[in-house]
């Protein structure tokens, strides 16, 4: 198992090191405007605990922190307004994953028709 790096970006935008554009925020979630936006609506949702992946906070986050990351995806859509267009849930993980930044974060994505799930 990898080890958390305290120096990634998202740890930054938790520690309000750097600043990010923030959608919803309660004591277990961060949810903020991806930089480089793939749609018109493209939020980033992160637990605030440090867990590099899905993998890592499935086998390791405690009940309620699951619980509370999962329940703020429709927090989210309802903010943003993708609760009747619809929308495309993401979570990259590893090299084939094509995984970014390792901490682990859901692109919420929507605002228009996204296409294939994959690109081949
Ligand atoms: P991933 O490839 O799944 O790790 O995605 C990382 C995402 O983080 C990309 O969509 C980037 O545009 C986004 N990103 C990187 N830096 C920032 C930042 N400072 N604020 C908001 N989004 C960021």
């Known amino acids: 198992m ?5 120096t990634n970006v998202f740890a930054k935008i938790l520690k ?9 925020e309660d004591e277990y979630v961060l949810a ?3 930089v480089n936006p793939q749609a018109s609506v493209h939020v980033l ?4 605990g440090y867990y590099i ?3 890592d906070f499935s086998e390791t986050a405690k009940d309620e ?3 509370a990351f999962n329940r703020s995806i429709v927090k989210v859509v309802r903010l ?3 609760d009747e267009g619809g929308y495309r849930i993401i979570a990259n993980t590893g090299v084939n994953g094509g995984q970014e930044v390792p901490h682990l974060h859901l692109h919420i994505v929507g605002g228009r ?4 799930m994959i690109a081949h």
């Open 53 to 55: 992946s899905m993998t």
């Open 2 to 6: 990898f080890k958390y790096d305290y």
């Open 32 to 34: 903020f405007e991806d």
């Open 113 to 116: 028709r996204l296409g294939p």
């Open 45 to 48: 949702l992160i637990p605030k």
């Open 80 to 82: 943003k307004g993708l």
């Open 65 to 67: 922190e699951i619980l």
């Open 16 to 24: 309000k090191e750097i600043p990010a554009t923030i959608v919803y």
